[in-house]
């Protein structure tokens, strides 16, 4: 059974960081790529970040700089180090799974979604 659970949202405030984890079972993790999106009130679902089986990462315009993808593959995890988090981060925070490397990926496999919370 394939599987993605993330964990690590949760209430901080503006300027703080937070640690997304993304636990991935069901596969051979180093051959995926795999990304986080999040979706927030009144806002469409983004890709806030993807990393490729390869290593190779992207990132939304508007969390370069403050956030950073990683995997380890030994761990079968992937993350998301969100720094200098600001109000507008507020969102549902969901990983994803694609067999294809990014451009071409097809984001297959979902978890269900962690909430991160930015306010005063």
């Known amino acids: 059974q394939l599987q993605l659970v993330e964990s690590g949202g949760g209430l901080v405030q503006p300027g703080g960081s937070l640690r997304l984890s993304c636990a991935a079972s069901?596969?051979?993790?180093?051959?995926?790529?795999m990304g986080w999106y999040r979706q927030a009130p009144g806002k469409q679902r983004e890709l806030v970040a993807a990393?490729?089986?390869?290593?190779?990462?992207n990132y939304a315009d508007s969390v370069k700089g403050r956030f950073t993808i990683s995997r380890d593959n030994a761990k079968n995890t992937v993350y998301l180090q969100m720094n200098n988090l600001e109000p507008e981060d507020t969102a549902v925070y969901y990983c994803?799974?694609?067999?294809?490397?990014?451009?071409?990926?097809?984001?297959?496999?979902w978890g269900q979604g962690t909430q991160v919370t930015v306010s005063s």
């Open positions: 990393v490729a089986s390869g290593g190779t990462t």
């Open positions: 994803a799974r694609s067999d294809i490397d990014p451009p071409l990926v097809e984001w297959d496999l």
């Open positions: 069901g596969s051979i993790f180093s051959f995926n790529a």
